[in-house]
């Protein structure tokens, strides 16, 4: 299996973290804020595993199983650490979280995962995201802006169903949007601005970095394939312990063998990803 060189991460902690906000921002988006005591620091590309919705005075058991999400900033405070998670309403876990009101607690564990491989100083960086993956990239743009020249793509079926376009512009990143249906920038899919970015562009020059739906990713592998830039993409495969012990997360590679996408991952090089394995 090849591994990613990454800079070390913080040891994950498990924590009551209170809801600071949690607000509806249209459509299934939602930005919560938690207060987490003790928090340790993260990477770009690290996640949390969030309980099901918020605690109550007897445990729940349904669902009984957290949620992975993106880390996607933070903002220190002296009562604690400040955890922004941007998600969005899709099943029955998100539609509790949804429910969570401030004041109430929700468990945490995290951060975890490896983080993304950085970019060298001569690289530009083209940010791809859609749909929840978005909420993945933040973090990875915020840290890079200060480096190295950046492009953030991002991609959604309608401009509703986009989340964090306000802070990316906020950046000062190069940005541009694609939806599906036109109702916000270029009409049609992300991947065509992906190639676009690309046009005319050196091997050695440009890193990719991916994050959303497995179609996506697998053809921003495919564009980088051939081109010949490197790219990097953060699956987002169902986790149950979010920390290597069930093995539910479980991505297969080219070479045959399976790595745990919590684990091992979630950011992989794009060539070693059996794609047609994937969900
Ligand atoms: C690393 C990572 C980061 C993510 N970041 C974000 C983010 O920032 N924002 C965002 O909106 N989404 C993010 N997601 C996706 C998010 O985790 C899912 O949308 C969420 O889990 C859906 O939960 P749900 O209960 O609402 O939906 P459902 O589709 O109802 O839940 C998924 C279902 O699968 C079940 N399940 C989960 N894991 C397993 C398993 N291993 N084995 C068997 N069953 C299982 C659950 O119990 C549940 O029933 C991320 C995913 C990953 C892996
Ligand atoms: S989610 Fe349990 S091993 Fe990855």
């Not at 951060?111 to 993956?133: D, K, N, Q, S, Y």
């Not at 987002?236 to 399976?258: D, H, I, K, R, T």
Request: hydrophobic fraction near 40%.
């Amino acid at each position: 299996m090849t591994q990613i060189a990454t800079t070390s991460v913080p040891a994950p902690v498990r924590a009551e973290a209170e809801v600071v906000q949690n607000l509806h921002e249209g459509g299934a988006n939602y930005r919560l804020t938690l207060r987490v005591t003790g928090w340790p620091g993260f990477e770009p590309g690290q996640f949390v595993m969030l309980s099901a919705g918020p605690q109550a005075s007897v445990p729940r058991t349904d669902p009984l199983l957290p949620r992975p999400m993106a880390v996607y900033r933070t903002r220190q405070q002296a009562q604690g650490t400040l955890v922004d998670v941007l998600y969005k309403r899709v099943g029955r876990g998100t539609a509790l979280l949804a429910q969570a009101l401030p004041g109430q607690k929700v468990g945490l564990v995290g951060p975890l995962g490896r983080c993304f491989e950085l970019p060298g100083a001569a690289e530009r960086a083209l940010l791809v995201a859609g749909g929840t993956g978005i909420a993945s990239v933040y973090e990875l743009a915020a840290r890079l802006v200060p480096r190295v020249d950046v492009c953030v793509l991002l991609g959604a079926a309608t401009a509703q169903d986009l989340m964090g376009v306000d802070d990316f512009a906020a950046l000062g990143v190069e940005l541009e949007i694609a939806t599906e249906d036109g109702s916000r920038g270029f009409q049609g899919r992300v991947t065509r601005l992906l190639e676009d970015a690309l046009a005319g562009r050196k091997p050695g020059t440009t890193r990719i970095y991916s994050c959303g739906p497995t179609g996506m990713m697998r053809r921003c592998a495919e564009i980088a394939a051939l081109v010949g830039v490197p790219c990097i993409v953060s699956l987002e495969n169902q986790m149950a312990c979010g920390f290597g012990v069930c093995l539910g997360c479980a991505a297969p590679l080219s070479n045959g063998s399976y790595a745990l996408v919590c684990r091992d991952g979630p950011s992989f090089d794009a060539s070693t990803i059996a794609w047609q394995g994937l969900p």
